[in-house]
């Protein structure tokens, strides 16, 4: 499917988070909602594969009477959305995956000399499981999430490639090290849960990941954005995999 801009980017988001209002609204109604033009209400369907809006309504219309997210036995109803919320951020985030930008991705991976992977806070364990797989991968990759990532940053070359793992893409350390290492021509990937963060400004590549907005308040605000961060960091490792098999992701 062809890469969507970011207003089409929030557009498609937009759609999926209010399906409800889709299938009691015309187009123009639900652009109207979304601040955004019908033809690119039309044009974010098209590129997801949809014929039109009609097309999308009726797939959501198909969707609601074969519902998947069905109460699970034995548990409340409550227990089975925050069961079910997974199965939607899977869904979405793979929903989000660009063929074009992951075979540039992916190149990038494999044409690097050294790759630096960057993290704060609890997305630190999903860069570390990240670099320890590429580094099975025969890839020279190391992870940096303590203060030193910045000094770090400045001994990059060009020959290499940084990758930040953020889920809300405004980690002040990881924007400090990225910038530092962009001055040495080092290309920059982002795997996040933000495409409107000051880290997406700032990258190359930009890997997008669907984050729920169905949290329980107890738990840490970013423990949630771990389980599609990682599924994320799963599928390039394994296109990473394929690539180097195969010597191309492509059809």
Known sequence: MDKLSDAELYTWEFLEENGAKVQLSSITQIAELAHVSTATVVRTLKKRGFEGYSDYKNTLKRGKNNERN????????????????????????????????????????????SIMIVARGPSASVADDLTHRLQTLGKNAVSRYYDNMVLYAESLTANDLVIAVSSAGETQMIISAVKKAKKNGVKTVLLTCNY????????????????????????????????????????????????QEKGTIRE
């Not at 036995?73 to 199965?87: H, M, R, T």
């Not at 074009?100 to 990038?108: C, F, G």
């Not at 949290?215 to 690539?243: F, Q, T």
Request: charge should be negative; proline fraction near 1%; hydrophobic fraction near 40%.
């Open 196 to 243: 409107q963060s000051t880290l997406t400004t700032l990258s190359d590549f930009v890997l997008r990941s669907y984050k729920s907005k169905i949290e329980k308040s107890r738990l840490l605000g970013d423990a949630s954005s771990r389980m599609p961060l990682e599924l994320i960091c799963r599928i390039l490792l394994d296109l990473v995999a394929i690539y």
């Open 70 to 113: 069905e109460r699970i036995k034995g548990l409340s109803e409550e227990a089975s959305v925050f069961i079910n919320k997974n199965i939607d951020e899977v869904q979405r985030t793979i929903n989000l995956l660009d063929a074009d930008e992951l075979v540039k991705i992916v190149s990038a991976i494999n044409e690097a000399h």
